[in-house]
């Protein structure tokens, strides 16, 4: 019976270091910090401890992934295709869009830079820039003028976290500016009344 209990103990302790670590790394992470050795002092265990648990920096970058992944609140696309007036459509899949650019804004950055390198943050970021699309997807683009592929296209930029990046940081505009400003801008690139 005691070896059981501590068994389990030992278990949900490494369960709980192991969390630890990837809490500490998603932080980090967040602020550009990608050394195993800062997300080692972050979540106050050794570098080996780090390295048992996470072999190589990649299997780090998966468990951070998915960890960010499964904390994001996702919009259905089917509920937005449900908003019947265009204008309304339009201003919620901007903001649910740009909400989750906000929520991720560090790592996602960060994931940018590091794509070159790493094959998880590729992965990771197409999976992203996938469910932008298909949001981008349920907006109404009937009476947009022009080649329909090149006003996709251009809404995906619009929508893009990089994008994103440039209105908030580079241009100092706030969450709702964007938002507003980016509804309006892709409210006459759709041809559509906000």
Not at 129 to 146: D, K, Q, S, W
Request: aromatic residues 8%; contains cysteine; charged residues 25%.
């Amino acid at each position: 019976m005691t070896r059981t209990y501590q068994s389990r103990r030992r278990a949900e302790s490494a369960t709980h270091t192991r969390q630890a670590i990837i809490e500490a790394a998603v932080r980090l992470h967040g602020a550009g910090i990608t050394t195993v050795a800062a997300v080692a002092e972050e979540a106050g265990v050794s570098l080996p401890t780090v390295n048992k648990y996470f072999p190589t920096r990649e299997d780090l970058f998966t468990a951070c992934t998915t960890h960010v992944a499964a904390a994001l609140e996702y919009p259905s696309p089917e509920t937005l295709r449900e908003i019947p007036s265009p204008g309304d459509r339009l201003r919620r899949v901007v903001r649910e869009v740009y909400r989750l650019h906000e929520e991720t804004f560090g790592q996602l950055w960060t994931g940018y830079k590091l794509e070159d390198e790493s094959p998880v943050m590729v992965q990771a970021l197409a999976n992203y820039e996938g469910l932008v699309a298909m949001l981008a997807e349920t907006l109404p683009y009937e009476h947009a003028a022009g080649n329909r592929d090149t006003v996709t296209r251009f809404v995906q930029a619009a929508l893009s976290p990089l994008t994103y990046r440039a209105l908030r940081l580079r241009n100092g505009l706030d969450f709702e500016a964007a938002v507003e400003n980016m509804t309006l801008a892709l409210a006459g690139v759709l041809n559509i009344e906000v």
